[in-house]
């Protein structure tokens, strides 16, 4: 059940400034499981660790609100479609008055190998048309963080567009499973001691965790 966003719970100036982690993907159940929808997946991974509820309709996404520690968290999956992601990012940081830099983006990478992660404090979209899209409503701006989720290359000659809208076959949906718990950990360690000390941790294991899996490539 879909309930409307109240904003009393940011009325107290003692609250932390809060994080807002936007999740990128699809909205509809034919795209559930779907490579392109990855950063839904880490949503509902980090908020199923916490216990928080993604069902509020605010700003053209699902959303929920709850506390890593002390710190808020504001989480969105925007139901606009991946490629007009960015009308609802823009609306939220808007509406929460945030800086940039209490923004993080979580999307699919198919330059990255499936399972393997990347925290990064700005970058371009990379021809990701949904981060694209992010960045156009941030107005051109790009300093805001991105949590990069490895899918993997499409096979061959397959079209891209065909390759995203797959689901994962059992060892690949393994792997992104077990990133999601790697990316919820790293997230709150983020929340509770900042971005710079996080990304800089996590981006080595995740290189080492790259180079063990290219070694097991035929």
């Known amino acids: ?15 932390p400034q809060p994080w807002l982690f936007v999740g990128l993907g699809n909205p509809g159940d034919k795209f559930i499981g779907t490579r392109h929808n990855v950063g839904f997946d880490m949503i509902d991974a980090f908020a199923e660790s916490l216990g928080i509820s993604v069902n509020t309709l605010h700003c053209k996404a699902l959303f929920g609100r709850g506390l890593v520690g002390e710190v808020p968290v504001l ?23 945030l800086p940039l830099s209490r923004v993080v983006v979580f999307h699919d990478d198919m330059n990255l190998p499936c399972g393997v992660l990347r925290l990064h404090d700005k970058g371009g979209h990379g021809s ?83 180079i063990r899996l290219q070694a097991m490539e035929p």
């Open 128 to 210: 990701h048309n949904g981060l694209k899209n992010v960045i156009y409503h941030f107005r051109g701006n790009r300093e805001f963080a991105r949590l990069r989720i490895g899918i993997g290359r499409h096979p061959g000659q397959m079209d891209p567009k065909a390759f995203l809208l797959q689901k994962f076959n059992a060892t690949a949906r393994d792997r992104i499973d077990s990133a999601l718990q790697e990316g919820t950990e790293v997230l709150k360690h983020l929340v509770l001691k900042g971005l710079t000390e996080s990304a800089k941790c996590f981006n080595t294991q995740q290189k080492y965790k790259h």
């Open 75 to 97: 989480l969105a999956k925007p139901q606009t479609y991946m490629n007009l992601s960015g009308e609802s990012s823009g609306s939220l940081g808007a509406y929460y008055k």
């Open 1 to 15: 059940m879909l309930r409307r966003v109240s904003t009393r719970w940011f009325c107290t100036g003692t609250v």
